[in-house]
């Protein structure tokens, strides 16, 4: 059964900043990973899907790598700014695009 | 373009009563799906479905019905609510393919008196 775990559950960095969120994933033949962020009391915004063939995945500020044989992926988010406070969370499938399998996700604050 | 759309936004049922939490996506994607967030538990799938007539049960699919009678539209039904379905249920849609991402819609929040 894949499990999926993020840590850590909660972080806050200052405005500005560089950070890293984890990922790991107990079963490497996965189909994609996707990150999603989840304003409090809101539906999962996707930011970044990134296909078991691929390495990594941009998308402005923010950069999703996937290591598939090590079980792990990371999301870099540059210049962090308090719009960028949420709740992130990981998502694998390990058939097309169906059946994800969630983390708990890691809630970011990002302090003025 | 409206996306997901899922109602109600909040509702509050007694113990035993039954309920339709209504599903509506217009994007013609084919694969539908119902989730429910727990605190600390994260997202768990109830039910999905890959097209108009398909469905198959997910990891917590107990106590939960559904039918896909149309490309557009996946309601899960409540049969006799109990206070262990207390939770933030989201629906999702998506293509196949695994090449674009998962779509959610903004969520019911249920609770069972």
């Known amino acids: 059964k894949q499990e999926v775990t993020q840590i850590p559950a909660a972080l806050s960095v200052p405005e500005g900043e560089n950070l890293v969120l984890n990922c790991s994933f107990t079963?490497?033949?996965?189909?994609?990973l996707q990150w999603f962020r989840q304003d409090p009391g809101k539906g999962l915004t996707s930011l970044l899907l990134?296909?078991?063939?691929?390495r990594e995945q941009t998308s402005g500020r923010l950069n999703a790598s996937l290591d598939k044989s090590s079980g792990r992926s990371t999301l870099y988010i540059a210049a962090s700014q308090p719009g960028d406070s949420a709740t992130y969370l990981c998502?694998?499938?390990?058939?097309?695009?169906?059946?994800?399998?969630f983390g708990t996700g890691t809630r970011l604050t990002i302090i003025p | 373009n409206a996306g997901v759309t899922q109602t109600p936004k909040f509702q509050v049922l007694k113990t035993g009563q039954s309920m339709t939490l209504q599903c509506a996506q217009d994007?013609?994607?084919?694969?539908m799906s119902w989730y429910r967030q727990d605190p600390g538990m994260g997202l768990r799938l109830i039910h999905y479905?890959?097209?108009?007539?398909?469905?198959d049960q997910g990891e917590v699919p107990n106590g939960y019905n559904v039918s896909r009678s149309t490309t557009e539209d996946f309601p899960l039904r409540l049969l006799s609510a109990a206070p262990s379905q207390t939770s933030v249920y989201f629906c999702?849609?998506?293509?196949?393919?695994?090449?674009?991402?998962?779509?959610f819609g903004d969520g019911t929040r249920l609770s069972i008196l």
């Open positions: 999702a849609s998506s293509y196949r393919t695994g090449t674009q991402p998962q779509h």
């Open positions: 079963d490497s033949a996965i189909y994609n």
């Open positions: 990134i296909q078991s063939s691929q």
């Open positions: 998502a694998v499938s390990n058939f097309g695009n169906e059946k994800l399998t």
């Open positions: 994007m013609n994607h084919e694969y």
């Open positions: 479905s890959v097209g108009a007539g398909i469905t």
